[in-house]
């Protein structure tokens, strides 16, 4: 009951994937894009969280740990380029 | 150890469907900024429950889920500050029922920024729905 529950979230969280991607590709301007980028990623860590339980790996967390960090260091990058300062 | 497991998905369940709202609102929303709001703090509440609700579903991968947690939850409002005032600054444009731009009218009086320049923006804000 509890596994089929948890893989009706993930299944939730992938679908909220899609969503921010049609954002991703439509956004008009490039702030638009970071920004859904900024949700894709912050949904992708769950995703990978949902991974790790799935399929019983802890070393996925690790992975997504990197991923939040890298994500982070991005999107302030792609802010202080529209910003002009770099 | 059942209900354990069986509170830990639905908690999980939650925290996806906040995931889900939060792109939802990123595809919706009318300008940037609305988007930011709702692809910020929307999928904050999401991921902060559905890590807490595994850590609860494997009890043992608790601390990670709490040290991932504690992570998104001092890096994702920075990042969507920086994003924020960076499209400000970029004059990427407001939908057109903005009531009005705070950041606009302080960057006007650049010659003495104090705490009075948000005080006077309230004020005038109050005469006016008044």
């Not at chain 1, 949902?50 to 967390?61: E, Q, T």
């Not at chain 2, 830990?8 to 792109?23: C, D, K, Q, R």
């Not at chain 2, 929307?42 to 579903?57: E, V």
């Not at chain 2, 104090?114 to 006077?120: K, P, Y």
């Amino acid at each position: 009951m509890a596994e089929l529950i948890i893989n009706i979230a993930g299944v939730i969280a992938l679908s909220g994937v899609m969503i921010a991607g049609i954002r991703f590709v439509l956004g008009p301007s490039a702030a638009d894009r970071t920004v859904a980028l900024d949700a894709l990623t912050i949904i992708g860590i769950s995703l990978i969280a949902f991974i790790a339980l799935s399929g019983g790996r802890v070393i996925y967390l690790d992975v997504a740990m990197v991923y939040g960090i890298l994500s982070f260091v991005g999107v302030l990058a792609v802010a202080r380029y529209l910003e002009g300062g770099l | 150890m059942e209900i354990l497991k069986l509170t830990g998905a639905i908690i999980a369940l939650i925290g996806s469907v906040f995931l889900l709202l939060g792109a939802l609102g990123v595809l919706r929303m009318p300008d940037l900024y609305n988007r930011m709001q709702a692809g910020t703090k929307a999928t904050t509440l999401g991921s902060l429950l559905t890590l807490t609700g595994m850590g609860l579903y494997h009890p043992a991968w608790l601390p990670q889920m709490i040290m991932l947690g504690l992570f998104i939850v001092m890096t994702n409002p920075l990042s969507s500050h920086a994003l924020a005032r960076a499209a400000h600054h970029s004059k990427v444009a407001m939908s057109n029922k903005t009531v009005e731009d705070a950041l606009e009218k302080m960057n006007g009086t650049d010659s003495n920024i104090d705490t009075d320049a948000g005080r006077d923006v309230n004020d005038n804000r109050m005469e006016e729905l008044v």
